[in-house]
């Protein structure tokens, strides 16, 4: 309950319009701890520094909420050039991407531009052997993403595509008995955003519990999981679950943020588990960031302390 109202104070406060725009002009040297850079050069830099610790990356252009469609284009544009610079430099793309941020909702030619540039992207990044993750965003999006996301594995096949569910709601164990046909990709998290009683849970014992019971049920069966998470419980449950089940270890992964518990991500690489970092980069890193400081007391203090000294 205090972490449901320290998380709803901070997004309330975070919102505020002079609070963004003070955090916007000063406040970039503290979210550089969570975003990789500016550039694509920038984020190509970091999945190559963490992959000498045998971590692997999940490329994050941020944006989100974008409301014309010629923002969503350039939005995806700058994506497909992500593409060919990571292929170029030999890594996998492996693209994450809130289709807010691509145009879904706006409709153009008869389709939701969202699924359009969805498209374009998957299309450059297969033959490269990349990957494209829908993040899940606030719960009036749950239901169109699922529909698009269902779109596009009939489209390119379920190694090419995945996305996200968050344990926090009530109808999200409906929603993976509703996908079994697809054999989908998930990656499982808790949840991020700031979400009423009537659909989301607001006990964390309650979240917790949700995120394992989904995460052994994609497991059992026998879909590719990907487990979200910096949370210490969870990760070590996961690894006596898979091992009391038979699971094999390339049959899932942990994920975590870039820039939070690189200790974790290092130890869990160097035990031999699949380990990918989000790594975040772009000019949009306010609503991010914003999440992040939500997610932890003692980083708000850090960008108190960043902010005012001491
Ligand atoms: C790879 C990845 C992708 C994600 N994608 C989505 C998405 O698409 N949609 C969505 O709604 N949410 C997404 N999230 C965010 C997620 O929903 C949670 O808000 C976030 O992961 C915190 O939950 P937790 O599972 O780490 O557990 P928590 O119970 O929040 O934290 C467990 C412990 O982890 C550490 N920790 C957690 N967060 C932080 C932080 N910000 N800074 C420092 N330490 C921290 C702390 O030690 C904490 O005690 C994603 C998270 C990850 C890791």
Same mark, same amino acid.
């Given at each position: 309950m205090i972490d449901q109202i320290y998380r709803k104070t901070v997004l309330t406060v975070a919102g505020n319009k002079a609070v963004e725009s003070v955090m916007r002009s000063r406040g970039w040297g503290l979210a550089q701890r969570f975003v990789a850079g500016h550039q694509a050069d920038d984020i190509i830099q970091a999945v190559k520094d963490l992959q000498k610790d045998g971590i692997g990356g999940l490329l994050d252009l941020l944006g989100e909420f974008v409301d014309s469609p010629d923002t969503a284009n350039a939005f995806a544009e700058q994506i497909l050039s992500l593409v060919d610079q990571a292929a170029a430099a030999g890594i996998q793309p492996y693209i994450t991407v809130k289709l807010s941020g691509l145009g879904q909702g706006l409709t153009v030619d008869g389709e939701d531009l969202g699924l359009t540039n969805a498209r374009r992207i998957l299309s450059r990044a297969k033959p490269h052997g990349g990957f494209l993750a829908l993040d899940m965003e606030d719960h009036p999006r749950v239901d169109v993403t699922l529909a698009q996301f269902r779109r596009l594995v009939e489209e390119?096949? *379920? *190694?090419?595509v995945g996305t996200v569910l968050q344990s926090y709601l009530h109808r999200t164990e409906k929603d993976l008995a509703d996908l079994a046909d697809l054999k989908p990709n998930l990656r499982i998290v808790k949840g991020a955003y700031l979400e009423p009683e009537s659909v989301a849970m607001q006990d964390k014992a309650d979240i917790n519990a949700s995120y394992r019971r989904l995460v052994y049920a994609n497991l059992k069966a026998g879909n590719y999981t990907n487990v979200a998470s910096h949370d210490d419980g969870i990760i070590d449950d996961v690894k006596m679950f898979v091992l009391a089940h038979g699971?094999?270890?390339?049959?899932f992964e942990f994920q975590l943020l870039y820039g939070v518990r690189r200790d974790l991500q290092k130890q869990l690489a160097s035990e031999g588990y699949r380990v990918r970092a989000y790594i975040p980069y772009g000019d949009d890193w306010y609503p991010y960031f914003s999440r992040r400081i939500a997610e932890r007391p003692s980083n708000a203090l850090f960008v108190l302390r960043g902010m005012f000294g001491g």
């Open positions: 390119f096949g *379920h *190694h090419y699971i094999p270890r390339d049959q």
